[in-house]
């Protein structure tokens, strides 16, 4: 059973354990270097999902560490700014991770360049991660794929934190996040190191492709249903690992860079639902959609909503994550409620 706790006041905490970037983008619908300006924020998967959740009324802890810079001063104020406990931040003379970020624009894709190699992050060792003391006080764990791939220093100690998140009874969230760029920049087995991650985990949100390309876990036939795919896949993992108690998966589909339209599905031992369909048009930023559903279907397995309410809840967030720009949702629960209530969201409140 998933170690739920109820409320603020109780003192819930989740956990993450991730790296910062500095986000670098291209204003507007600019090409990379069209004008001489970058639009500079932060961001980064866990620490995404952990500013969503701050943001709900939730103690989050981000584990990480930032270069001992001036850059690396302003990244750490930001963090507190979400109320976000920053007790272990450790700090490193290496530099800050990076990415650069060109929006799409209709029928132009998107595209992200990373430059993280020899970053304050990769320099962590195994002597700064004392577990117990990392996770004193914390009822959830949250990781993402992207952490392992960055070194094998890093995947050795991901994988060390979620067996011993597991062992002291902590509930386990992993977010899949397969970059296969990064797998293959650090020559690592992406497939090996995965699949021992995903032993462990209580709460997995992965991809059909995921699953098929790291995990090895395939679903026969060439139904179009996506949702009926997704069931068929659910519940091959469960059966591949019986330690998982809830899967889930947002479905997208692209129309053009500024309209998708996105869903989402979610197996638990009770049974097997699916959200509605969001039309997006006019997309805003869709980067960091994926962490702001992580962030509240964490919310409402915390709140013991059940997997329809919490899916839903999920999909509503991620959906509006497209009218923001940055990596954050910088979202409430009521006016995510109010989406859901069927409010609209596009008129003008007084």
């Known amino acids: 059973m998933l170690n739920y706790m109820l409320d603020y006041e109780q003192g819930i905490k989740v956990a993450a354990f991730g790296e910062v970037l500095l986000r670098l983008k291209s204003p507007g ?6 004008s001489q300006t970058l639009e500079a924020t932060f961001g980064g998967a866990e620490y995404n999902t952990l ?3 701050a ?3 939730i103690h989050t802890r981000l584990i990480t560490q930032l270069p001992k810079n001036e850059i690396g001063e ?3 104020r930001e963090i507190r700014s979400f109320g976000i406990d920053v007790d272990y931040i450790y700090r490193h003379h290496a530099r800050m991770a ?3 970020l060109e929006a799409g ?3 132009r894709s998107g595209k992200v360049i990373y430059d993280r190699d020899h970053s304050a992050f990769q320099q962590l060792n195994k002597k700064q991660l004392n577990w117990p003391e990392l996770f004193d006080g914390c009822h959830w764990f949250h990781i993402c794929g992207i952490t392992p791939a960055l070194s094998a220093e890093l995947a050795e100690h991901s994988l060390e934190a979620v067996k011993f998140a597991k062992k002291k009874g902590l509930s386990v969230a992993f977010d899949f996040n397969y970059r296969e760029s990064l797998w293959r920049n650090n020559g690592l087995n992406a497939n090996n190191i995965l699949a021992n991650i995903v032993e462990h ?5 992965a991809s059909e492709r995921d699953c098929q390309t790291c995990l090895g876990v395939e679903v026969q036939g060439t139904s179009q249903d996506t949702a009926g795919r997704y069931y068929n896949l659910t519940e091959k993992m469960f059966q591949s690992f019986p330690n998982l108690k809830v899967m889930t998966s947002t479905h997208r589909d692209v129309h053009s860079a500024e309209h998708n339209t996105i869903s989402a599905s979610l197996r638990d031992r009770d049974g097997y639902y699916v959200s509605r369909n969001f039309d997006i048009k006019n997309i805003v930023d869709r980067i960091g959609a994926g962490d702001a559903f992580a962030a509240a279907l964490i919310y409402g397995l915390m709140k013991n909503q059940g997997g329809q309410k919490a ?6 967030a991620a959906c509006l994550k497209h009218t923001i720009p940055g990596d954050i949702n910088r979202t409430s629960r009521k006016e995510i409620v109010g989406l859901l209530g069927g409010n609209f969201i596009g008129q003008v409140k007084r």
């Open 29 to 34: 619908a600019e090409r990379f270097m069209q």
């Open 74 to 76: 302003a990244a750490l």
């Open 201 to 205: 985990v209580d709460v997995l949100m």
């Open 98 to 100: 990076q990415y650069f």
């Open 311 to 316: 899916l839903d809840f999920a999909s509503a």
């Open 55 to 57: 943001q709900f009324g």
């Open 51 to 53: 500013a969503s959740l």
């Open 105 to 107: 624009s209709n029928q």
